[in-house]
Structures are given as structure tokens and as C-alpha cells.
């Protein structure tokens, strides 16, 4: 596959390379975007834990109760 190198910032490629010590730039590319991937991964399981926690502590029974007095007519 050919990289393509239009578009990308030679400063920061250039930086990204030494500091990652890696030998070439493709190889400092597919570290970056692999680093980028598993950063967006743990933030969207970091979102879904925060979500299941708000959720273990909802009384579902309780609402559904409370739910329903409210639709009765005349509550």
C-alpha cells in the first residue's frame, strides 16, 4: 500500500518520529493512528461505565409504580 503524504504536517511528522523512536515515518503513522484508536476506545468504555453506574443505582420497580399512579385519571 503507498502512503500518500499530501496534507500531512512534515513538523509534526517530523516530531512524531523522534519522539516516538520510531525508524520511519509510515511506521510513526501507524503507531499515531493505532495510539488514536485505543484512546477513542477507552473513552467511549469509559462513557458506558459512567452510564451503568447511573443505572445500577435507578429503582425501576419504584418508577414504574410511581409511573403508572401518575397516568391513572383523577391521580
Keep these: 500500500m503507498r502512503m500518500e503524504r499530501s496534507g500531512i504536517d512534515a513538523e509534526a511528522l517530523a516530531?512524531?518520529?523522534?519522539l516516538s523512536g520510531c525508524a520511519t515515518e509510515k511506521e510513526a503513522v501507524d503507531?499515531?493512528?493505532?495510539?488514536y484508536a485505543a484512546r477513542r476506545r477507552r473513552a467511549a468504555l469509559e462513557c458506558?461505565?459512567?452510564?451503568a453506574d447511573l443505572g445500577s443505582g435507578w429503582?425501576?420497580?419504584g418508577w414504574r409504580?410511581?409511573?403508572e399512579a401518575e397516568k391513572r385519571p383523577g391521580a
Design 59 to 61: 429503582d425501576y420497580e
Design 48 to 51: 458506558l461505565e459512567h452510564y
Design 15 to 18: 516530531e512524531a518520529v523522534r
Design 65 to 67: 409504580v410511581r409511573r
Design 31 to 35: 503507531l499515531a493512528l493505532r495510539e
